[in-house]
């Protein structure tokens, strides 16, 4: 076994090396004894590096990754869009960064304007009655939703009663894996052939056991809900509520408010829509707006239905005033630019891709699209074409998701991709899909220029190593 | 608009291959009932200058000292910390579901849990929750998993309130009753009476060391034979402080380079027994080899997780705490094992030699048990004192009575080193104020 480029940082651990002096020592501590027992174990095992080994390593480490700066990420759902760095350096300005949620107010008038201002901006955006903060990232945000729908019915007195949550097909994994948490049984409910959940594919599931149903609009493939609408009205005929996941809001900003179209409670994704960065897994932020029946039950509502707290303190502040930053450089005329372009560009990778891949859902789509391998020569997969595509310096898209669609591969450009970027992922694309005429293996083998090639993901599940020990020293003879 | 990247030109261009005359006839889709009718009403555009001084001029005061810590702790972040982790390739990449393209992150998430093992004296760790008050809910839902018959939960009155209100939240859905283990008042400490078979019996004992009082907990009372989820709020503590013997532990490496930011985003932290993994929340970065036998890293065990169990996941998490850490696994790679040492033993000493300082001004420390940079004052002699400096933009630690009724003229004081250089001062101020008393 080969060892990768740059070494684990326990590796250049020499215990000569001297340990980062923050303070100096202070002569009035010298007589303070510790009363309590101390660890003799070095921490468990700590490195010891010297500074450059530290600047090295990690500056070495992030020359092994892609990110936004340096490529297109067309990952469709995830909006992997320009990171403002105004919003990082606003969020680094020390009068926020080491504000404390515990100070007293008259210190806090700042942050709590940001965050009333990025509360009533997403109201609006959403057309929702009041926005709660709160919760960590969109999942978050969908599972103080769902407590939310399970506390109003419970205090209707339908808790015992209403205990099925209701799931298209085409949902993110989060809708059930939250639902769940809750308590909640979910339904999956088969879309129609035309990508969208028909009304009458809903109204026989509807009845006194069904708390909620939750519809991601426009859905998992780029096509607006037709029947979102009329479904709402029928959920809340039926007694229930309707959930919309906002993981695709960057379509609509402008064009159409959840709120008031027959959405009771959605989540935002700071983190996709608002350019907040993704950060290689976070952090995210997961705001949610909801209608006013609702809002006695937020986590954050002052009054005694209130679900509780989901999280200590207030949220996500470092990811609110980026977000607050992003809306105020664009205003109301820009944010629906936003979703205009990302459309625009959507549809245009959408038509210059038509000849070359097959396109399962003919619906017309808003921001994504996807795509599967149906017309893919030589036994190739969806995998194997975004391994490819690597190597012409593009993240992949979304593969194999969402799961209805068989080797689904999913396009979001967003707005922030030029149309030169746009032109350059076709050209690839069509050299692949020749490739994948003529020459399979290399395509079966890519990619060829990353720093690692295609992982034995098996091996890592099988022989589980999460952590770095101390390799065994060899006997010596 | 600002951030644009099509022209007008582009616009044409493109509908022209798309074969719509203009950008509404996309969206025909959306029925013509539901769209909007009026622009959206949000401030801007601003140019960057123009937003810059506006956010100046909201600005209001800031405390010359606050000694408030209280679950989140301000320490000095060395320079290299915030320039190495602004790197674009760190901040602008994603979740590493395509290995290849990811290493980078990816060695990141292993020595993060590998510092989180360390430090917790555990086996394993994923690779981070999103705060400390939500792994505490993940390490509690995790034994729900393994004794799905238990109805109860214990968890002292040292935990976070803030820890404690999330928990009431997630179990109410559960239908498992949270019992609190009350605080001595002597010690400071837990007080767990609680017989052996009921600790047993119940799915976890959540006891939180040092404790939001400061104590550093003893585990007196609690049975071998309990589940016990520890939880760390003060995650510098573990640089001296053995870790208290946990099935899991959970907390916040906030401490580690990790700003405040008024309470998030932070660094929440989840390790455990091998025993358990494939029960565990969350993201998992494990060791294997590429296709010519390169050592490499990738997501493991990811049939735990939503994107593929959906409901019968571990836990609906997806997006975490990437950034925050990555900050905590290079603060503690630059610190080392000498420098974090050397940095807790110093917030140690400094504290107890503030809590001495004030001893001598007629306070007093009501808990007997040690404590690492955080204690509580009884100000019962001076009862004026916290006003007094609010007056003087120094807030005097955060005030217990408003959340326990029991806690009557007590405070939460923390000291880090940020406080070290002017320490001295400091303690004079809160002296000459109490004279004026």
Redesign the interface.
């Known amino acids: 076994v080969r060892t990768i480029s740059e070494p684990p940082i326990f590796d250049l651990s020499d215990e000569g090396h001297e340990g980062f002096p923050v303070v100096a020592p202070r002569k009035e501590f010298d007589g303070i004894a510790l009363d309590f027992e101390t660890r003799n174990d070095g921490c468990g095992g700590f490195a010891q590096t010297s500074e450059i080994d530290v600047v090295r390593h990690y500056t070495r480490l992030s020359n092994l990754n892609f990110d936004i700066n340096r490529g297109m990420y067309p990952l469709g759902s995830c909006t992997m869009k320009h990171n403002p760095t105004l919003n990082e350096k606003v969020a680094a300005d020390p009068t926020f960064a080491h504000a404390h949620p515990l100070w007293p107010d008259r210190y806090l008038k700042a942050h709590k304007q940001v965050m009333a201002e990025l509360a009533a901006d997403l109201a609006e955006v959403s057309g929702f009655d009041e926005v709660c903060l709160q919760p960590a990232a969109g999942a978050h945000g969908e599972l103080a939703a769902i407590f939310m729908i399970k506390a109003y019915f419970e205090a209707k007195g339908e808790g015992a009663t209403r205990k099925i949550v209701l799931i298209p097909d085409s949902a993110h994994g989060t809708n059930p894996a939250s639902a769940a948490m809750a308590g909640f049984s979910c339904k999956q409910i088969a879309s129609g052939p035309e990508g969208v959940l028909r009304l009458e594919d809903v109204t026989p599931h509807l009845g006194p056991n069904v708390a909620a149903i939750m519809i991601t609009n426009p859905n998992t493939l780029g096509v607006y809900e037709r029947d979102f609408s009329k479904i709402a009205d029928a959920v809340h005929a039926a007694g229930g509520l309707v959930y919309m996941d906002g993981a695709n809001f960057n379509a609509i900003m402008g064009i159409f408010q959840p709120g008031k179209i027959g959405a009771d409670v959605m989540h935002f994704n700071l983190h996709k829509t608002f350019t907040t960065p993704h950060g290689g897994g976070g952090p995210g932020s997961g705001p949610i707006g909801f209608v006013k029946a609702l809002a006695p039950f937020s986590p954050t509502s002052a009054t005694p239905d209130s679900v509780g707290p989901v999280k200590a303190y207030m949220g996500q502040w470092g990811m609110f005033i980026r977000a607050w930053c992003y809306i105020r450089s664009l205003g109301g005329v820009g944010l629906r630019q936003v979703s205009e372009d990302a459309v625009l560009n959507a549809n245009y990778l959408r038509k210059r891709l038509e000849p070359l891949l097959n396109l399962p859902v003919k619906a017309a789509t808003l921001h994504e699209v996807v795509f599967n391998d149906k017309k893919l020569p030589n036994g190739l997969t969806t995998g194997d074409i975004a391994k490819r595509l690597i190597d012409f310096g593009f993240h992949p898209p979304t593969v194999y998701f969402p799961i209805m669609v068989k080797g689904a591969l999913m396009i979001e450009p967003t707005e922030t991709e030029p149309k030169r970027e746009l032109d350059r992922f076709v050209a690839a694309m069509e050299v692949v899909l020749k490739e994948a005429a003529e020459n399979p293996e290399m395509i079966k083998k890519a990619p060829h220029t990353t720093p690692v090639r295609r992982l034995d993901e098996t091996r890592a599940a099988r022989a589980l190593d999460l952590r770095w020990t101390k390799a065994p020293r060899a006997e010596s003879t | 608009?600002?951030?644009?990247?099509?022209t007008a030109r582009?616009?044409r261009?493109?509908?022209d291959?798309?074969?719509?005359t203009d950008?509404a006839s996309?969206?025909?889709?959306?029925?013509a009932d539901?769209?909007?009718k009026r622009?959206?009403?949000?401030?801007?555009?601003?140019p960057?200058q123009d937003?810059?001084v506006?956010?100046e001029t909201?600005?209001?005061?800031?405390?010359r000292v606050?000694l408030?810590g209280?679950?989140?702790y301000?320490h000095?972040v060395?320079a290299?910390v915030?320039a190495?982790c602004?790197?674009?390739?760190?901040?602008?990449?994603?979740?590493?579901y395509?290995?290849?393209?990811?290493?980078?992150?990816l060695?990141?998430?292993?020595?993060f849990?590998?510092?989180v093992?360390?430090?917790?004296?555990q086996e394993?760790?994923n690779?981070?929750m999103?705060?400390?008050?939500?792994a505490t809910v993940e390490a509690v839902?995790m034994a729900l998993r393994l004794k799905p018959d238990a109805k109860v939960v214990y968890a002292s009155e040292g935990v976070?309130p803030?820890?404690l209100?999330?928990l009431?939240?997630?179990l109410?859905?559960?239908?498992v009753e949270l019992k609190i283990l009350p605080i001595d008042p002597k010690t400071g400490r837990t007080s767990c009476t609680t017989s052996t078979a009921d600790q047993k019996a119940a799915a976890a004992v959540v006891i939180q060391s040092p404790n939001f009082f400061g104590a550093?907990e003893s585990l007196d009372g609690v049975a071998e034979e309990a589940f016990v989820v520890s939880v760390c709020t003060e995650a510098l503590s573990?640089?001296?402080?053995?870790?208290i013997r946990a099935n899991v532990a959970v907390g916040d490496f906030q401490s580690f380079g990790v700003?405040?930011?008024?309470?998030?985003?932070t660094a929440g932290f989840f390790a455990t027994r091998?025993d358990y993994?494939r029960q565990t929340p969350g993201?998992?970065?494990?060791?294997?080899?590429?296709?010519?036998?390169?050592?490499?890293?990738?997501i493991?065990?990811a049939?735990r997780?939503?994107?593929?169990?959906?409901?019968?996941?571990t836990?609906?998490?997806?997006?975490?705490?990437?950034?925050?850490c990555?900050r905590s696994t290079?603060y503690?790679?630059?610190?080392?094992?000498?420098?974090?040492?050397?940095?807790a033993?110093?917030n140690?000493?400094?504290a107890?030699?503030f809590a001495?300082g004030l001893k001598n001004l007629g306070l007093s420390i009501p808990y007997s048990a040690?404590f690492?940079n955080e204690f509580v004052v009884d100000c019962s002699a001076k009862p004026k004192l916290y006003e007094k400096l609010?007056e003087n933009d120094f807030?005097f630690g955060?005030p217990l009575e408003s959340r326990f009724p029991n806690q009557k003229n007590r405070y939460l004081i923390n000291v880090t080193?940020t406080h070290?250089?002017r320490?001295?001062e400091i303690l004079d101020e809160v002296k000459t104020r109490a004279h004026d008393l």
């Open positions: 608009m600002r951030y644009g990247a099509v582009d616009r261009a493109m509908l291959v798309v074969g719509a950008v996309l969206f025909q889709s959306v029925p539901v769209r909007m622009p959206l009403n949000v401030e801007g555009p601003l960057e937003l810059l506006k956010l909201m600005k209001g005061p800031a405390p606050a408030i209280a679950g989140l301000r000095f060395p290299n915030d190495l602004a790197r674009s390739e760190w901040v602008t990449s994603y979740t590493p395509q290995p290849e393209l990811a290493q980078g992150t060695a990141m998430y292993y020595e849990q590998t510092y093992a360390q430090l917790t004296g394993i760790a690779g981070g999103y705060d400390g008050s939500t839902l976070h803030e820890y209100a999330v009431r939240t997630y109410r859905f559960q239908n550093i573990l640089a001296i402080v053995p870790p700003p405040i930011q008024l309470g998030g985003p091998k993994v993201r998992l970065v494990g060791k294997t080899v590429d296709m010519d036998g390169r050592e490499a890293l990738c493991t065990l049939t997780e939503q994107f593929i169990r959906r409901e019968k996941a836990s609906n998490i997806c997006t975490a705490s990437g950034l925050m990555l290079v503690l790679s630059l610190m080392g094992r000498k420098g974090i040492e050397a940095l033993t110093q140690a000493k400094a107890r030699w001495d040690p690492f609010l807030v955060l080193e070290v250089p320490l001295r």
